[in-house]
């Protein structure tokens, strides 16, 4: 400990602590309140400061109070942004100033709109801003016109499965409290002028309008792909690169260039400082009177600063930028510049300010790539001397120059791969097989190519002479374009399901012990990873649900069979790619059974609004449709007609789902389980089926559903949320009507939760449901 202690090592980990505050301030259903941990944290100071110094207690509380600091950081995010998230779909007429916008592969145009108004229907709790696209043709909208049009307006995607990533808590911190499409083209309305934006206001939209006039710029140069990988390269825009490319990128392991991160920060400062330190050097008198390396130090802060304002303030980006900064600022006193103290820094300035991005795989796999190429720079650093001797003559010279490009690329790109595999495997069940051969050949075309050309045409973009030195860039690009294809058909790399609780904080531990440390404690940390990946890898795998439902109810899977005959069938002829994307690599699929579809027809449903209700004879037709259909249910696949489906469990019960509420009352009499893709008034069935609606499902977002091939009446049901809301769940719970929150999230097979107007139902549906 004392050898630590002197060596600084200490300082690494007060990121660490912080971090793992905020996480788990942001994990726990019931946080302590802001006074509980301000007075922890005050009482912590004190034993702090009497505390022997330089010993385990004195250490130990120092962490302690940086944990509880953290947690209030991270509650201090919470309450400072205070979004609000829509808190159930509808369509409305929306009018609002363009604040972000960006131009997909087909020619849409995504808005991200400040809310300004809705009517027909007014919003009684209207979000502050949506992102909102638009696929009709129409002028585009420019940043701080005022845009207004018809509109879908839906809450943020909650998790597609328990514990899978919950899109909701992203848009949250991002602001963003509505997602959806405009139903036809937006039109522009001349914006108010009595209404005067603030001057932050002005500045943000100035500052993303250059950002826009850039990437447009790029585009009209280099049409296609390559200008579209070079947007994002250079100002952050991804959704114009087509969904081939993406998808080659992310297989081949090269999706981390399209990212604005440390590797494009260290390049971009790299060839300011060197090129503006050898045109200095070119006049011997400066060199001779001023500190020439410090000067392209503050040149290089400069232009790096520039890059992280028009970069859109992704988190990668803030992050890279303020590790190069404190590099710089080393620079300029003298001191180390690469450093994991600097990485310490920049950590603990983001935690600080934006504790919440801890929870996501950008701010982890960022920092954990970066620490292990800092700390495996320190090792080659003390390394013993070579034994052979020094290359002499130009050709040895050259040849050895060459080899240690290779060998330094190839060892980036393992260091790298293996610092951040914990984080793929953990957040997206996939990990690239053949990353190492795709970085090998596409990063030396990314540093000898594609950024120095990216960088001067920037330079020289404001004299009209960058359309040379794109077009170079773009040719850099199409190769590593290539390279990608090339690679990912090779094959996907390898499919994870979801691993125990334990793994990612038992291997993140591991990492930091074996990262931070210099003593031989840091082999504690190698033996802990050992220990982790081995339980992990002999430990049964976590059991899936037999029955899966999506958030909205419109997506369902079954297991069925056993062994070989095994399968897994949806509803849906053509799944929404959306969830059963996420679905797939979690439970090891490919592939599902499609449904099979019969010409069977349902009667109209009656028009509530102007008060039809359903006659003897449309009751008796849909009796008999339904008869019909579970009739025909198999136990290998879902049977269809338009708007229903059945399967036949392997207990010999059915499952039947539907997406009209006026048939729920006929669905409860023929099955043992129901999920309707739907609103209702209905909690429950009374022939004591068990019921998931979109009403109930609200509450719990997706749901997986345990023992049914055992008993159907007594089923375990694991929804995404549970016990009391947090900020970015609250909204599944908020009743207009009376304008308050329920306190708890509820079980959904049990009708619990809050409930919600819907249209009246069918006497069908009143007679069943025991109304």
């Given amino acids: 400990m004392s050898e630590e202690v002197h060596h600084g090592h200490l300082f690494l980990f007060v990121p660490v602590c912080l971090g ?118 129409h002028v585009p909208a420019t940043i701080g016109d005022r845009l207004t049009g018809r509109a879908r307006l839906s809450p943020p995607s909650g998790p597609a499965l328990p514990g899978l990533n919950d899109f909701a808590f992203q848009s949250y911190f991002s602001g963003i409290g509505a997602v959806g499409f405009f139903l036809g083209p937006p039109r522009r309305e001349p914006a108010d002028a009595a209404v005067e934006p603030s001057l932050f206001i002005r ?29 994002s390269i250079i100002t952050g825009e991804r959704r114009s690169m087509s969904e081939e490319a993406t998808e080659a990128l992310r297989v081949s392991g090269l999706a981390h260039i399209t990212a604005i991160s440390g590797l494009n920060m260290a390049l971009a400062a790299g060839i300011f400082f060197v090129g503006l330190r050898g045109l200095l050097s070119l006049a011997p008198v ?96 003390a390394r013993p001397r070579a034994i052979l001797p020094p290359a002499r003559g130009l050709g040895w010279r050259v040849a050895a120059g060459g080899a240690a490009f290779v060998g330094g690329t190839l060892a980036t790109s393992l260091i790298g791969g293996l610092a951040t595999a914990v984080f793929a495997i953990t957040h997206f ?82 990492m930091l012990l074996l990262t931070l440390l210099r003593t031989r404690l840091k082999h504690a940390g190698t033996a802990l990873i050992a220990v982790t990946v081995a339980a992990a890898w002999l430990a049964a795998p976590r059991p899936n649900g037999e029955l899966l439902i999506s958030e909205d109810a419109r997506l369902v899977g079954v297991w069925t069979g056993t062994g070989e005959t095994s399968g897994f069938a949806t509803n849906r002829l053509r799944p929404p790619a959306f969830v059963f994307d996420q679905w797939k690599p979690v439970l090891g699929l490919e592939a599902a059974t499609a449904p099979r579809m ?51 469990l392997s207990t010999g019960k059915r499952l039947i789902t539907i997406d009209r509420p006026d048939l729920a009352g006929l669905a409860c009499d023929r099955a043992s389980i129901v999920v309707l893709a739907g609103r209702t008034r209905m909690t429950a069935c009374r022939s004591g089926a068990t019921l998931f609606s979109q009403t109930s499902l609200r509450a719990s977002g997706a749901v997986e559903v345990f023992g049914l091939d055992e008993n159907p009446d007594e089923l375990t049901v694991m929804p995404s949320f549970d016990g009391a809301p947090r900020p970015w769940t609250a909204h599944r719970l908020y009743d207009w009507r009376t304008a308050s929150t329920a306190s708890r999230h509820g079980n959904p097979s049990r009708g619990q939760g809050p409930t919600e107007p819907a249209p009246p139902t069918s006497a069908a549906d009143l007679s069943d449901s025991g109304e």
Wanted: hydrophobic share 50%; charged share 15%.
């Fill in 20 to 137: 793992a505050g905020a996480a788990l301030w942001f994990s726990i259903e019931s946080p302590p309140a802001a006074i509980v941990l301000g007075s922890a944290l005050a009482l912590l100071a004190i034993a702090f400061l009497l505390a022997a110094r330089d010993t385990v207690v004195h250490a130990a509380v120092g962490g302690a109070c940086l944990l509880v600091a953290g947690m209030l950081c991270a509650e201090w995010e919470t309450r400072r942004l205070a979004t609000v998230i829509l808190d159930q779909p509808l369509v409305t007429t929306v009018s609002g100033v363009v604040e972000r916008r960006e131009q997909g592969a087909a020619g849409e145009w995504r808005y991200t709109l400040r809310i300004t108004s809705t009517v027909d229907p007014t919003v009684r709790r209207p979000p502050l801003r949506a992102n909102l696209l638009a696929r009709s043709r």
């Fill in 203 to 231: 500045f943000d939209a100035t500052l993303f309008s250059l950002r826009d006039r850039i990437s447009n710029r790029i585009r009209s140069i280099l049409p296609g792909d390559p200008g579209a990988f070079a947007a």
């Fill in 286 to 381: 400066l060199a001779a009177r001023y500190p020439n390396k410090k000067i392209a130090a503050v040149g290089a802060l400069l232009a790096t600063t520039g890059y992280v304002l028009i970069s859109g303030y992704q988190v990668s980006a803030l992050r890279a930028y303020l590790m190069t900064a404190i590099m710089l600022v080393a620079v300029l006193f003298d001191r180390p510049a690469i450093s994991l103290r600097n990485l310490a820094l920049a950590a603990t300035a983001i935690l600080c300010l934006q504790p919440s991005t801890v929870m996501g795989p950008s701010f982890q796999m960022s920092f954990a790539a970066t620490a292990g190429l800092i700390a495996g720079y320190a090792g080659w650093r």
């Fill in 429 to 510: 069940h996939r990990l690239s097989t053949h990353g190492l051969e795709a970085n090998l050949a596409a990063m030396p075309l990314i540093s000898l190519v594609v950024m120095p050309a990216g960088f001067i045409a920037m330079l020289l973009m404001p004299f009209g002479l960058d359309a040379p030195f794109f077009w170079i860039m773009g040719q850099g690009l199409e190769l590593v374009l290539k390279v990608a294809h090339t690679v990912a058909g090779w094959g996907g790399g390898y499919v994870f399901p979801r691993l125990p609780l334990w793994f990612l904080p038992g291997t993140v531990v591991g």
């Fill in 598 to 648: 019969l010409t069977e027809t349902l009667p109209p449903a009656p028009d509530w609004r102007i008060g039809e209700e359903w006659t003897d004879v449309q009751t008796r037709e849909a009796e008999a449709a339904f008869d019909r259909l579970t009739s025909a249910a198999q136990a290998t696949r879902f049977v269809c007609i338009k708007q229903a489906c059945v399967l036949k």
